[in-house]
């Protein structure tokens, strides 16, 4: 089962979005927020 992170800190956490374009929680800040992702097409694991 995920890993729920409801609450921990997620400062300083940045991430690359389908667009390429870098990302910081920061941008975020005062919204709700969801975060997905999922393996890469036809990786192991």
């Known amino acids: 089962m995920p890993e729920t992170i409801v609450g921990k800190n997620l400062a ?3 991430f690359v979005n ?4 870098v990302v910081s929680i920061d941008n ?8 997905w992702w999922f393996p890469k097409a036809d990786t192991p694991g």
Request: proline residues 0%; without cysteine.
């Open 12 to 14: 300083n956490l940045s």
């Open 18 to 21: 389908q667009n390429g374009e």
């Open 28 to 35: 975020f800040s005062g919204k709700k927020l969801i975060l």
